[in-house]
């Protein structure tokens, strides 16, 4: 199960990383319609299937390139479904031998909600709010099924206990660092969501200013915005995309200086210990994704670097989640033997 979930966990970053390429091709309508395409079960390409699809649409003609990222990403999406159900359905038939059932429950029926916002950003055409739940909604089942990961397999050695006690006193900004790189992550799904990355063309000004003065923030976070009739290519005015692209860099300013001086904080407590490799790992990670949002600027959202942008988000909260995790000291409870009985000091609540 430990196995299954790690691979359900590694095969949602490629789905996360799949959407990010549908969406930067401008193939999020690449098929008006859901599940399928057009009405089929793949993207129409005979001359035959593209009439009749043509026929059912005839306001959104068939566009063969962009109907197979969209569709591409359908099937990935769909497979991860299926592996989330199958361990569910283990969890359930194997709940007497130990094993968690309620968070791969939870996580099954997260990943259908998901798939009913996968289905919304379709027939609201990209409806900024819920591209950016989806968005969001994939970031979550990833964070899910990494725990339910590290709760089958982290097994670690208990810390020295005056280690353990200061470790305690930087739980809380652990915490904290965790709910800036959520919302820094949300930030990130709202500028996608708009097409604000390329309100800023220039570094480390905006327009050549450093604080442009015609931002208008009430119309770029307006959460009020009505549906329709399409958000393809984005609504908002010039002074609101910019107002969302300034608070991201903002955002990503405040996540670096933060984490910084957490993550120097934690390195005086954790060295020659195994947690040590986590706070390396999790510092690789901030530098890579900042470089990585600098070269979108710089190089004007390449294809291969937005998508990476999005994937090292991934890869930041998942560190973050996985340092919290070690230092709580959390391991799994091992699955009783017959004739056996064990004890865990740590046991893991969903």
Same mark, same amino acid.
């Given at each position: 199960?430990?196995?299954?979930?790690?691979?359900?966990?590694? $095969?949602?970053?490629? =789905?996360?990383?799949?959407?990010?390429?549908?969406?930067?091709?401008?193939?999020?309508?690449?098929?008006?319609?859901?599940? /399928?395409?057009?009405?089929?079960?793949?993207?129409?390409?005979?001359?035959?299937?593209?009439?009749?699809?043509?026929?059912?649409?005839?306001?959104?003609?068939?566009?063969?390139?962009?109907?197979?990222?969209?569709?591409?990403?359908?099937?990935?999406?769909?497979?991860? /479904?299926?592996?989330?159900?199958?361990?569910?359905?283990?969890? =359930?038939?194997?709940?007497?031998?130990? =094993?968690?059932?309620?968070?791969?429950?939870?996580?099954? /029926?997260?990943?259908?909600?998901?798939?009913?916002?996968?289905?919304?950003?379709?027939?609201? %055409?990209?409806?900024?709010? =819920?591209?950016?739940?989806?968005?969001?909604?994939? $970031?979550?089942?990833?964070?899910?099924? #990494?725990?339910?990961?590290?709760?089958?397999?982290?097994? +670690?050695?208990?810390?020295?206990?005056?280690?353990?006690?200061?470790?305690?006193?930087?739980?809380?900004?652990?915490?904290? /660092?965790?709910?800036?790189?959520?919302?820094?992550?949300?930030?990130?799904?709202?500028?996608?969501?708009?097409?604000?990355?390329?309100?800023?063309?220039?570094?480390? #000004?905006?327009?050549?200013?450093?604080?442009?003065?015609?931002?208008?923030?009430?119309? !770029?976070?307006?959460?009020?915005?009505?549906?329709?009739?399409?958000?393809?290519? !984005? %609504?908002?005015? @010039?002074?609101?995309?910019?107002?969302?692209?300034?608070? +991201?860099?903002?955002?990503?300013?405040?996540?670096?200086?933060?984490?910084?001086?957490?993550?120097?904080?934690?390195?005086?407590?954790?060295?020659?210990?195994?947690?040590?490799?986590?706070?390396?790992?999790?510092?690789?990670?901030?530098?890579? %994704?900042?470089?990585?949002?600098?070269?979108?600027?710089? $190089?004007?959202?390449?294809?291969?670097?937005?998508?990476?942008?999005?994937?090292?988000?991934?890869?930041?909260?998942?560190?973050?989640?996985?340092?919290?995790?070690?230092?709580?000291?959390? @391991?799994?409870?091992?699955?009783?033997?017959?004739?056996? #009985?064990?004890?865990?000091?740590?046991?893991?609540?969903?």
């Amino acid at each position: 199960m430990a196995r299954w979930a790690l691979a359900a966990s590694i $095969f949602t970053v490629v =789905v996360v990383m799949l959407g990010a390429w549908t969406r930067l091709v401008d193939a999020g309508l690449g098929c008006p319609d859901w599940p /399928g395409c057009y009405g089929f079960l793949t993207v129409p390409q005979s001359e035959s299937s593209i009439a009749v699809a043509n026929a059912r649409f005839p306001e959104t003609p068939v566009d063969v390139a962009k109907g197979w990222p969209e569709m591409i990403h359908r099937y990935a999406a769909g497979t991860l /479904g299926l592996l989330v159900f199958g361990l569910a359905g283990y969890a =359930v038939r194997h709940r007497r031998e130990g =094993v968690p059932v309620k968070l791969p429950l939870f996580i099954a /029926g997260f990943v259908v909600l998901q798939a009913l916002f996968g289905m919304w950003t379709v027939t609201l %055409q990209l409806w900024p709010k =819920v591209v950016a739940l989806h968005l969001l909604g994939g $970031f979550t089942t990833l964070s899910l099924l #990494t725990l339910l990961t590290l709760r089958l397999r982290g097994r +670690h050695k208990p810390l020295p206990v005056e280690r353990e006690n200061a470790l305690g006193r930087l739980r809380p900004w652990l915490y904290g /660092g965790l709910a800036l790189v959520i919302l820094q992550i949300a930030l990130g799904a709202w500028t996608a969501a708009n097409y604000a990355a390329v309100a800023c063309p220039d570094l480390p #000004t905006c327009q050549g200013q450093w604080w442009p003065e015609d931002m208008d923030f009430q119309h !770029g976070f307006d959460l009020l915005q009505t549906i329709g009739p399409n958000y393809l290519g !984005g %609504q908002l005015t @010039a002074d609101g995309r910019v107002a969302i692209h300034v608070t +991201h860099r903002v955002g990503a300013m405040v996540v670096l200086v933060y984490w910084a001086a957490l993550l120097l904080a934690l390195w005086r407590q954790v060295r020659q210990t195994p947690i040590q490799s986590m706070v390396l790992l999790t510092a690789a990670a901030l530098v890579v %994704q900042i470089g990585l949002g600098l070269a979108n600027v710089a $190089f004007h959202i390449p294809l291969s670097v937005a998508v990476a942008h999005n994937a090292m988000g991934a890869g930041l909260l998942l560190t973050v989640i996985h340092m919290l995790w070690r230092v709580h000291g959390y @391991a799994r409870q091992p699955v009783k033997e017959p004739g056996k #009985t064990t004890t865990n000091h740590h046991e893991v609540t969903a």
